[in-house]
């Protein structure tokens, strides 16, 4: 059995996450919530995913608690969008933030596929 605990904030809080072993999906998870996993080997691969956002992938073994967290990054790419959001509304003309904000949306698409928006950390033992 592997301990298994979600700690993400308000990012897709409203969303369960789905968790997979060895690319196989298990589970879901709620916010807050902590559930068991039993292993079918002793050691496996563990990772999540989210609307297409994924995690990290972490060799868990029997007995060991895993934390799902938001990556490092996120909490600064947040407010970069709000500052460029600002920026936006108040120093382009309606043509030009139409392109803007598609930028915008694009760049947030391709971190979310390109990058780990969640992390996986061993928390015990």
Known sequence: MI????NTGFSGALNT?????????????KQNQQIELELKA??????VTQFGSHSNELLVKDGQVV???????????????FIML??????????NQTIAYLALLGLSFALIYFKN?????LIYP
């Open 86 to 95: 600002f920026l936006i509304s108040f120093f382009l003309s309606p043509t």
């Open 117 to 121: 928006v969640f992390e996986l950390k």
């Open 42 to 47: 002793e050691e496996v691969i563990l990772s």
């Open 17 to 29: 996450m789905k968790i997979y072993i060895d690319g196989q999906e298990v589970a879901k998870i």
């Open 3 to 6: 301990g298994v605990k979600r």
């Open 67 to 81: 934390e799902i967290n938001n990556a490092s990054w996120l909490p600064i790419y947040y407010v970069f969008v």
